[in-house]
């Protein structure tokens, strides 16, 4: 039977992601943009773009190339659009930070920005888009995993839609009363889709195969699994058509759908949630791996992140805490539960390119040959220690603080990024089991096509 295959440009995308968030990670620490400046403010949104965009939408665009052909047991059906996509993606990323940029008074010359990164990232998510999407409609019926990746997919379509309307009004291409509009009062709608629909909904939906299978735990879909889908395409629902209706016929700001699609996202995370508590206790693997320990991390950062959120809320102080919340959300549970697994799949992706076409035909490592955990680990627990710190340090206003944990997380990522490297070059593997041929080396940023059997 044939294997596994490996997608050649995941890793690119990786790299690509990673280095955006380094660079996010500089400008925190420089005092560039949340909290020094205010959360709408050019700077800012600099570091919103290059974070969610550069590094989180990369991040799981690489992640999605390789995986959904695992979820549905059809190869990508275009597999080298991937390429094609990246650059559009990173050139229309760095027209969007120039533009930007050129508002908080960078002289970049009177060009476009705005309007052509955000053509230029439209153009980059869209080539992706289809080719999952296509990928997954060929392979109907599909399974849960993969209904949560299409969730995830539908709502980055309506964030690629809403910034194409923001890029045109600001920079000054449309005064039509509707575009503008929703320019004014849609910008949190587009938040809660990228950050809520599309990167926490198709991160929830791949996890719930890598937790299953790199714990070996059951797979069955549980009814609590079906109501955090349905609950998680209501919320999406709501903001995408209510919060629209309720800004352009309504004539009111979306503070409802808002609400709305709170709630469901909380039954949708807490019947998630339910999940993976019980995907840990069903473990066949007893000895947990470094990932696994590091997702419930990220896990344990989301369950909070949600809890403050609703607490928030409630008491009348989310827009006072809006900025630290999102912080724990996007570097507490997507960045910090991104590295974790990310540490399992180079390994994994690498050990298939090496040793899969060999099995059977000479000794070969076992995929945790491939790493050293122990190196690695209190660095991963500086990064969650420092993200937790910083976001206690944004909502109560210390700066100083707070760009002294940025400090420490950039540090931690560094090191953590250099175990990847190493991870890649095979540096822990032991000289008897390295690979004869030369060809058989993996190469950093690409990922050599070769049959697998099984």
């Not at 992706?128 to 019926?141: D, E, K, Q, S, V």
């Not at 808002?258 to 999940?275: E, I, N, P």
Request: some cysteine; hydrophobic content about 55%; charged content about 10%.
């Amino acid at each position: 039977m044939n294997g596994a295959s490996l997608s050649r440009w995941t890793l690119s995308y990786f790299a690509s992601g990673l280095a955006a968030l380094l660079v996010g990670e500089i400008l925190l620490v420089a005092g560039f943009g949340f909290p020094s400046h205010a959360l709408d403010s050019p700077q800012t949104l600099v570091l919103v773009h290059l974070v969610a965009v550069g590094w989180l939408s990369l991040l799981m665009c690489g992640a999605l190339i390789q995986f959904v052909p695992v979820l549905v047991a059809k190869p990508l059906a275009h597999p080298d659009l991937p390429a094609i996509a990246l650059p559009l993606t990173i050139a229309g990323l760095a027209s969007v930070i120039l533009g930007f940029l050129g508002m908080a008074g960078a002289g970049f010359g009177p060009s476009p920005w705005l309007q052509l990164g955000g053509i230029g990232l439209a153009c980059g998510f869209a080539l992706n888009i289809w080719n999952l999407g296509r990928t997954m409609w060929t392979a109907r019926p599909i399974g849960l995993a993969a209904r949560f990746v299409a969730l995830g997919l539908a709502s980055l379509a309506g964030v690629i839609a809403l910034g194409l309307v923001f890029s045109s009004t600001i920079g000054g291409w449309s005064a039509n009363d509707v575009v503008v509009r929703l320019t004014s009062q849609a910008i949190p709608i587009h938040a809660a889709l990228g950050l809520g629909g599309w990167l926490t909904v198709t991160a929830v939906g791949v996890s719930y195969r890598l937790l299953a299978m790199f714990m070996l735990a059951p797979e069955a879909e549980r009814r609590t699994s079906a109501v955090a889908l349905y609950a998680g395409g209501a919320a999406f629902l709501i903001l995408l058509v209510g919060g629209p209706v309720c800004i352009l016929v309504l004539n009111r700001d979306p503070t409802h759908p808002l609400a709305a699609a709170l709630v469901l996202a909380t039954l949708s995370l807490t019947c998630y949630g339910y999940d993976a508590v019980g995907l840990y206790r069903a473990r066949k693997r007893k000895k947990l791996e470094l990932n696994t320990r590091m997702a419930a991390w990220a896990l344990g950062c989301l369950g909070l992140g949600l809890l403050l959120t609703l607490l928030a809320t409630a008491s009348g102080e989310i827009n006072r805490s809006i900025g630290a919340l999102t912080f724990l959300f996007a570097f507490g549970w997507l960045t910090g539960l991104g590295l974790a697994k990310l540490y399992k799949i180079i390994a994994f992706v690498t050990w298939l390119e090496c040793y899969g076409p060999s099995l059977g035909r000479r000794p070969t490592p076992r995929v945790q040959d491939l790493v050293d955990e122990g190196r690695v680990l209190p660095w991963f627990l500086l990064y969650f220690l420092s993200v937790a710190v910083a976001s206690a340090a944004a909502f109560f206003g210390a700066p100083f603080v707070f760009r002294a944990a940025a400090a420490a997380m950039l540090a931690a990522t560094g090191r953590i990024c250099v175990e990847f490297v190493r991870i890649r070059t095979l540096r822990f593997v032991s000289k008897p089991l390295l690979p004869q041929d030369a060809g058989a080396w993996p190469r950093l940023l690409l990922t050599k096509l070769q049959p697998l059997k099984s």
